[in-house]
């Protein structure tokens, strides 16, 4: 039995994702060139599946993205640090 206490969502960094990168101006496709230059293979369709929770972000990754977003994992995450 798979238990996830989020509901349908398989990640609970998605929407702070898609939130930064649109507030930083950059298409699906342009976080997934600013990865890969980072030496990360990663395309457009993953950056998707992250935005909408339909794909597992390891934690790796989410230092990636949060160093390509220019943020910290912490903001990712969506935690309030009060």
Not at 11 to 27: E, H, I, Y
Not at 52 to 81: F, H, M, N, W
Request: glycine share 10%.
């Amino acid at each position: 039995m798979k238990i996830n206490p989020y509901g349908k969502t398989l990640n609970v960094a998605g929407p702070q994702v898609r939130a930064w990168r649109t507030k930083r101006d950059l298409s699906q496709e342009q976080l997934a060139a600013k990865l890969q230059l980072m030496g990360y293979g990663i395309g457009q369709k993953a950056i998707s599946r992250i935005d909408t929770g339909d794909r597992v972000i390891a934690d790796y990754e989410l230092l990636l993205l949060a160093k390509a977003l220019g943020v910290s994992p912490v903001q990712l995450l969506g935690i309030s640090d009060t």
